[in-house]
């Protein structure tokens, strides 16, 4: 009966709920330190390619996956511990459920102790209110520049992914809106630092390109990557 128990401990799915964070875990309780090879995958929405996120998963080395969002459950869990054949060491999603969570200790940690960190898809408006300026983008930062984690995202979890960012501050814009004025309130294509991407420094992600009225925005907030760039120029040499 206790190895039992304590099999249960080590290798069983727990949730735990606190006011702020919902906390879904699978796999082994004890942490281990692998040695993450890097890398970005981008998932354009709906359902994921199992081929990319195999690509995902082999990236982290074997050692845990943390899976950060501000809306759903454990959908990811079972998906990435025991369905694509690749052996990770455990799996946990932490749901937000306000901005109060990015000063739980418990999330600090889970975040410094990832090999591979996924952002589920949603409102990026959440994840760039809730996150940016705090411990989250710093201890998500520390980890690409120190211990080159793995991230990757899906629809909103893409979006924050590139340098330059579409932050649906006011809300989603459609291309009618966009292109007739690229100074819309909803354009709000954001440069202020946040997650620090190498790869996609001076880019702009969108996804769903499945709607074809996402594809005259992307044009938009293309010329919003050039706008950001003189503008950064202009005041080096200022």
């Known amino acids: 009966m206790k190895l039992i128990l304590l099999l249960l401990l080590v290798t069983g799915a727990t949730s735990v709920h606190a006011q702020n964070y919902n906390s879904y875990f699978t796999g082994n309780n004890i942490d281990i330190s692998t040695s993450p090879q890097g890398g970005v995958c981008l998932m354009g929405g709906a359902t994921e390619e199992d081929e990319?996120?195999?690509?995902?998963?082999n990236r982290a080395d074997g050692g845990d996956v943390l899976v950060l969002r501000a809306s759903g459950s454990d959908g990811y869990n079972d998906y990435l511990y025991n369905q694509l054949g690749i052996t990770v060491n455990s799996v946990e999603t932490i749901v937000f459920n306000d901005a109060s969570a990015s000063n739980e200790a418990y999330v600090q940690q889970?975040?410094?102790?990832a090999e591979a960190i996924w952002f589920a898809g949603g409102d990026q408006w959440d994840y760039i209110s809730y996150w940016r300026n705090t411990a989250i983008d710093s201890l998500i930062n520390e980890g690409l520049a120190l211990r080159n984690i793995v991230i990757g995202g899906t629809s909103a979890g893409m979006a924050i992914l590139s340098g330059i960012y579409f932050s649906a501050e006011n809300g989603t814009v459609t291309s009618a809106t966009a292109l007739s004025n690229p100074?819309?309130?909803?354009v709000t294509a954001d440069s202020n630092a946040f997650l620090n991407n190498a790869f996609l420094e001076n880019t702009i992600t969108d996804t769903h390109y499945d709607s074809p009225d996402r594809k005259g925005r992307r044009r938009v907030f293309s010329h919003s990557i050039v706008r950001f760039f003189l503008e950064s120029k202009s005041e080096k040499q200022i």
Request: net charge positive; glycine share 0%.
């Open 52 to 57: 990319a996120m195999k690509w995902f998963l």
């Open 110 to 113: 889970k975040i410094s102790q």
């Open 183 to 186: 100074f819309d309130s909803k």
